[in-house]
């Protein structure tokens, strides 16, 4: 079995047999690993609490042939106050299946484990509204997935101006000329609220400030949006609280 490193982060895990765990492991090299940790389950384990979800983590493995094999595992980063805590929790938890769902095995995502990691010490500061932070990151990762958002201009025709239509299967805002009829029109303060989201820096999004009936709606256009594309809801989604 050929021996390799990575850095990852912790997405998943599962119990195997008695002692065991597979670890699933967002990677910037080889994208998506699943993995197992033999006896992290056992008093003493030498991995310790190493391998707990969120964390960021140096790792030793051998490649398997349906599953690698962990062999050391090193801390970077415990994430540990966002494990602590529920609301940091739930919207860590968030994250983490948004990342596996979008991830492939053997497909470099660099771009995928600096935007997790940005989001994960967005949480890790405390901030006043972790949903926030939350839904900035979805949306940015939508982008990273190839689902790019247009907030700024009509994704059909390129109208600049301040649209108030999102269009879910156009990607963006449309003009009241390109928009269908009877389309759903939103607040201008949710679509301008996404826009912080999606350029804003996550750490920053406490100053930004939004009302919080602004925050909601804009968080369930972006969670609807994302799910429009994945297929399916998130299922950490309902217990963020807002």
Known sequence: MALYREQGIVLRTYKLGETDRIVNLLTQGRGKVRAVAKGVRRPGSKFGGRLEPFSHVDLQLYEG????????AELITSFSEVRGDFALSACGSAMVEA???IAQEDERSNRLVVLLLEGLRALAANPEQPSAVLDAYLLRLASVAGYHPYLDACVHCGAPGRHT??????GGVLCPACAPPGSH???REVIDWMTVLAAGDLRRLDAAGAQPRIRRAAGTLVNSFLTYHLGKPLRAWDLVPR
């Not at 239509?165 to 156009?170: E, L, Q, S």
């Open 65 to 72: 042939r349906n599953l690698d094999v962990i062999s050391q």
């Open 99 to 101: 990342a596996d769902r």
């Open 165 to 170: 239509v999102f269009h879910m299967d156009a």
């Open 185 to 187: 029109v939103f607040d």
